[in-house]
C-alpha cells in the first residue's frame, strides 16, 4: 500500500442528520449532492443513481428497526470527504448510532408554527442524552426553509434565543440555511448572517482523536471469504496499524467502531486511510455475557462493552 503523509490524507468527517421533518432532510440531502456535483464541475441529474453497490450493502446492516433504507450523501474536495447519513428514527438513535459521528446535526424548520410544534418532550429528551455521551461531538443546529419567512432575521434571532433558553451546558452552532435555494449551504449568501455556511462549519470540525480512532464498517456479514469480513473505513487515519483491532460492536447490523490498536504482530506496519476497504480476519469469534461466563482470556485480545465481551484469537490481514 502506498504510504501517504497525514498532510496528504483526505480527512473524512461523519455527520448525522436528525430531525422530525422528513421532507426537509431529504431536501437538504439533494441539495448537498448538487452542490457537491457543482464544486466537481459534474452535472447533476435528479434521478441519477450513483449510489452503488458499497452504499447499498452498507444500508443491508442498518438496524432492523429503520423500516426504509437510510439516505446518505457525500460531500468531497481535494481535503476533505464528509459523509451525510440521515436518522429515520425521531430522536430515539442518538445513543445508538451517534458514536459513529463526529458532528451532530438537528435540523428545525423555521416556517412560523413548524418550529414551535418540534420543541416537545423528545426535544428534551434528545440533548439530554446527547450530554450523556462521553465523546465531544461538534453539534449543529440547522434552521432550514428560511425562504418560508423571507430571510426575516427577526425570525431567525427568535428561533436562535428559544433554543438558548431551553438548551444549557451544551456548545453548538446554528446556522439558517434553505436547501431549494441552496443558500448557505457551501457559501455565505445572507448579508445579516455573519457565521460560517454549513460546510464550512463542518470542515472546521476538530477530530481530537484522528490518529487514535478508526472507524470502520462491515458491508456484508454474510460474504466471507476465508473467514475475512469486508469492510469500510468511515473515519479516521493511522500511520502504523497494529494488530489485532478491537471491534466495539455486539451488532452485526450497526455500524462497528474500532478503537485503540494493540500489539504489533511481527512488526508488520501498513497504511490504511479513511477510503480504504480492509479485511478483518475473524477466523473464531465468541461473544458472551459476562454474567454467566467464566471463560478464561488468555491468549485472547478481548473488548468490553457494557455487557458483552468482544473476543478473538487470530491476526487480521490487511489488503
Same mark, same amino acid.
Given at each position: 500500500m502506498i504510504q501517504q503523509s497525514e498532510q496528504q490524507m483526505t480527512k473524512k468527517i461523519n455527520v448525522i442528520i436528525y430531525g422530525r421533518c422528513e421532507s426537509g432532510k431529504t431536501e437538504l440531502l439533494k441539495a448537498l449532492k448538487k452542490e457537491n456535483l457543482k464544486f466537481n464541475n459534474q452535472l447533476y441529474q435528479e434521478d441519477s443513481d450513483e449510489e452503488i453497490d458499497e452504499e447499498e450493502a452498507m444500508d443491508k446492516f442498518e438496524s432492523d428497526l429503520y423500516s426504509s433504507q437510510v439516505t446518505r450523501?457525500?460531500?468531497?474536495?481535494?481535503?476533505?470527504?464528509?459523509?451525510?447519513? %440521515?436518522?429515520?428514527?425521531?430522536?430515539?438513535?442518538?445513543?445508538? *448510532?451517534?458514536?459513529?459521528? %463526529?458532528?451532530?446535526?438537528?435540523?428545525?424548520?423555521?416556517?412560523?408554527?413548524?418550529?414551535?410544534?418540534?420543541?416537545?418532550?423528545?426535544?428534551?429528551?434528545?440533548?439530554?442524552?446527547?450530554?450523556?455521551? *462521553?465523546?465531544?461531538?461538534?453539534?449543529?443546529?440547522?434552521?432550514?426553509?428560511?425562504?418560508?419567512?423571507?430571510?426575516? *432575521?427577526?425570525?431567525?434571532?427568535?428561533?436562535?434565543?428559544?433554543?438558548?433558553?431551553?438548551?444549557?451546558?451544551?456548545?453548538?452552532?446554528?446556522?439558517p440555511i434553505d436547501s431549494k435555494s441552496f443558500t448557505n449551504i457551501s457559501k455565505i449568501e445572507c448579508q445579516w448572517y455573519q457565521g460560517k455556511s454549513l460546510i464550512?462549519?463542518?470542515?472546521?470540525?476538530k477530530l481530537n482523536n484522528f490518529q487514535d480512532i478508526l472507524r470502520i464498517r462491515i458491508l456484508d456479514v454474510s460474504n466471507r471469504c476465508n473467514s475475512a469480513y469486508e469492510c469500510k473505513v468511515l473515519s479516521g487515519q493511522l500511520k502504523q496499524i497494529e494488530n489485532p483491532l478491537n471491534l466495539n460492536s455486539t451488532l452485526q447490523k450497526t455500524s462497528v467502531q474500532v478503537i485503540r490498536v494493540m500489539d504489533s504482530i511481527d512488526n508488520e506496519q501498513s497504511n490504511i486511510s479513511q477510503n480504504d476497504l480492509i479485511q478483518v480476519k475473524l477466523p473464531y469469534l465468541l461473544i458472551l455475557d459476562l454474567s454467566r461466563s467464566k471463560y478464561k482470556t488468555e491468549n485472547w485480545r478481548c473488548f468490553i462493552t457494557s455487557t458483552l465481551y468482544v473476543l478473538f484469537s487470530q491476526q487480521r490481514d490487511v489488503s
Open positions: 450523501c457525500s460531500f468531497s474536495s481535494e481535503n476533505y470527504n464528509i459523509y451525510f447519513e %440521515e436518522s429515520k428514527i425521531v430522536y430515539s438513535d442518538v445513543l445508538m *448510532k451517534a458514536q459513529n459521528f %463526529e458532528v451532530l446535526m438537528f435540523l428545525f424548520n423555521a416556517k412560523k408554527g413548524v418550529f414551535e410544534n418540534q420543541i416537545d418532550n423528545s426535544f428534551f429528551f434528545n440533548f439530554d442524552a446527547v450530554k450523556l455521551l *462521553k465523546q465531544n461531538y461538534k453539534v449543529i443546529f440547522a434552521i432550514t426553509n428560511m425562504n418560508s419567512c423571507n430571510w426575516s *432575521k427577526e425570525r431567525f434571532d427568535f428561533i436562535q434565543n428559544t433554543l438558548q433558553s431551553l438548551i444549557t451546558n451544551l456548545q453548538y452552532t446554528v446556522i464550512e462549519e463542518i470542515t472546521s470540525t
